[in-house]
């Protein structure tokens, strides 16, 4: 799409908090339109307050699981602030558990939002950006942990993994509609991701032990410092606007992967048989 995007409109999930939060915020200084939607009815009320001086803010109370909410969500949306040719779909979560003490629940809850809520973000307004013909670009939010497993929960890479594979799949079929795609895929980024999760997620304490209830308490605090001394969510709205504008398919936030990435890299080519496969008779 055009590298220009003044005047256009985005909406952006998790657009109140976090990493939304700072792509809404490098959109509104490049004068994009916003339609935030998020869960939390007090950080979108502050959203709106501190960009509606920079550019025109609709908010919306949106749970990204719900297709018909993601619908209404839309219409309301386009009408307040105009045909959304941007969207961000980045709404997501931190939580999981051990994999011995998961339920279908949890699954549910996890995959719902952090792999249903992209696949419903994108099948609302991709056949609305088809039909305008007027170009666009769409960003979905996976992490580092979609690209290795590197021990943050099968449930989150399981989500995250699934992204990545979407958008770089979205972005061979959607070129031909002049719509771009990226892929955002995180490190570090100091948000509070892991207390607004803790709030939200269906709870396994009753079947964790105490010693199990130590050990994920200390883990969360390790997580939590962690994430403190990462880049500002600012800093990574700006790295997403910059994308959009270059149609950048991968968006990192630092280099913290590397290492993890090239290791992968070498064993998926390892396993590659060394003679061609051939046909039996």
């Not at 803010?57 to 969500?73: G, I, P, S, W």
């Not at 939002?113 to 007027?134: A, D, E, S």
């Not at 979905?140 to 993994?161: D, I, P």
Request: aromatic share 4%.
């Amino acid at each position: 799409m055009t590298a220009d995007i003044k005047g256009r409109t985005a909406f952006i999930t998790g657009g109140a908090n976090g990493i939304g939060l700072g792509i809404a915020r490098a959109c509104a200084r490049a004068g994009v339109k916003l339609a935030l939607a998020d869960l939390d009815t007090d950080a979108l009320a502050a959203a709106k307050a501190e960009l509606g001086d920079l550019t025109a803010v609709a908010t919306l109370v949106l749970d990204v699981r719900d297709r018909t909410m993601f619908q209404r969500a839309a219409d309301e949306a386009e009408a307040a602030v105009g045909d959304i040719s941007l969207l961000f779909n980045n709404a997501g979560v931190a939580g999981g558990a051990l994999v011995d003490k998961m339920t279908y629940e949890v699954w549910d809850w996890g995959v719902g939002i952090n792999l249903g809520g992209v696949i419903n973000g994108v099948q609302t307004f991709l056949p609305r950006m088809i039909q305008r013909n007027r170009g666009g670009h769409i960003v979905n939010t996976a992490s580092g942990a979609g690209l290795v497993a590197a021990g943050a929960g099968v449930l989150y890479h399981t989500a995250k993994f699934a992204v990545v594979g979407m958008s770089e799949s979205l972005w061979r079929e959607l070129a031909k509609f002049d719509i771009g795609v990226s892929v955002l895929c995180p490190g570090p980024v100091a948000t509070d991701i892991i207390e607004r999760t803790q709030k939200l997620q269906p709870h396994l304490t009753h079947s964790m032990s105490e010693e199990q209830l130590t050990k994920a308490r200390a883990r969360d605090a390790k997580n939590k410092a962690f994430l403190a001394e990462g880049v500002s969510p600012d800093a990574v709205g700006e790295q997403v606007l910059e994308a959009v504008r270059n149609n950048s398919l991968y968006i990192h936030t630092d280099r913290s992967m590397e290492h993890l990435i090239e290791e992968r890299t070498r064993a998926l080519l390892a396993a590659l048989p060394t003679e061609p496969l051939r046909a039996t008779a």
